[in-house]
């Protein structure tokens, strides 16, 4: 495409040729004639003055430069947008591999690829331009909506359901027992676990991340929420739309989680509280109380993160006079 036509497809200004045919995108270290780069400070254009690239993606108020730009006002979504224009999934034509174990009950749409050594059992229903890839094991009677790729040895249990647009990275497991058990006399006795996952529209899940079935209702995360690898979500968790979950997470059971919720990484909830929505909580925090809409928490254990600021400097305040004292008490 040509730079005038990527201005016009992401709303820029383009100053110097917008004649220059761009190929493609890389970073400013490898752009090489015909790539389009990004830079946001002066130093990041001044890099990518000295490298190849034939454009530069850059923000409104960055001095001018002797190659073309494209001036926008969010560099980083528009780059974005560029890259999936470049980057369009193209439709695979309907393939089942020959070492795929499909049911005869199975229910598909049209353009769905299944790699080899999948598992695919009685009832299932899927959605059109779905991919599955190798190893892979859906259990019976799940939903597998619309424009869904499963990677590699990916298992859903019975039941779950997965709206349009959901991705799942490798050894993601969907649906597996939540833990809960009641103890009586000495002994442990599992509790029923009746509920299923329901992923809506346009989420994606990470790497190793586990997600519970609900034990009476069901668990739910909600449209858009994106989910880090080696995160663990209990059963009868519900996640507003949009959430950012980083690595590591843990949300006990029955906790419920608003729209717009961002946790860092290494943050765990305890169970049965709730989250309102546009809450952010800082890495490693340890939430054991509900959570007010709006709020931004951080420590151990969560508080308001001005509360946190002000106890750590009260502590380093402490620290340094307590050395003070005990050099005074040496003399």
């Given at each position: 495409m040509k730079i005038k036509e990527l201005a016009e497809l992401i709303e820029g200004q383009v100053e110097g040729s917008g004649d220059i045919d761009i190929k493609g995108l890389s970073g400013i270290d490898k752009a090489k004639s015909g790539d389009l780069t990004f830079a946001i400070d002066e130093d990041r254009l001044a890099?990518?003055?000295?490298?190849?690239?034939?454009c530069i993606l850059t923000n409104r108020t960055i001095r001018k430069s002797s190659k073309a730009l494209i001036r926008v006002t969010n560099p980083k979504l528009s780059f974005l947008i560029i890259y999936n224009t470049f980057n369009a999934p193209k439709d695979r034509e309907s393939f089942i591999h020959p070492m795929a174990t499909v049911s005869d009950s199975v229910t598909m749409g049209k353009n769905v690829w299944i790699g080899p050594n999948v598992s695919i059992e009685e009832g299932v229903k899927i959605g059109d331009h779905v991919i599955i890839e190798s190893n892979s094991s859906i259990k019976k009677n799940c939903k597998i909506g619309s424009f869904c790729r499963i990677y590699p040895n990916v298992t859903l249990y019975d039941n779950t359901e997965l709206q349009k647009n959901v991705t799942l990275h490798s050894g993601a497991v969907i649906g597996s027992d939540g833990f809960g058990y009641v103890k009586d006399k000495g002994k442990i006795y599992k509790f029923p676990q009746l509920g299923k996952v329901i992923i809506e529209d346009d989420v994606e899940i990470g790497a190793n991340t586990t997600i519970d079935r609900g034990s009476l209702s069901d668990t739910v995360i909600g449209a858009g929420s994106k989910i880090d690898n080696l995160c663990q979500i209990?059963?009868?968790?519900?996640?507003?739309?949009?959430?950012?979950i980083a690595a590591q997470c843990g949300i006990s059971g029955g906790t419920i989680i608003g729209d717009n919720v961002t946790m860092g990484g290494k943050v765990g909830i305890a169970d049965n509280l709730m989250i309102g929505d546009d809450v952010t909580m800082g890495a490693a925090s340890v939430v054991i109380g509900s959570i007010k809409k709006g709020s931004v928490v951080w420590g151990y254990p969560a508080r308001s993160i001005a509360h946190t600021k002000r106890q750590?400097?009260?502590?380093?305040?402490?620290?340094?006079?307590?050395?003070?004292a005990n050099s005074l008490g040496k003399r």
């Open positions: 890099g990518a003055e000295k490298s190849n690239a034939s209990a059963h009868n968790v519900k996640i507003g739309k949009n959430g950012l750590m400097a009260i502590l380093s305040r402490l620290t340094k006079n307590s050395r003070k």
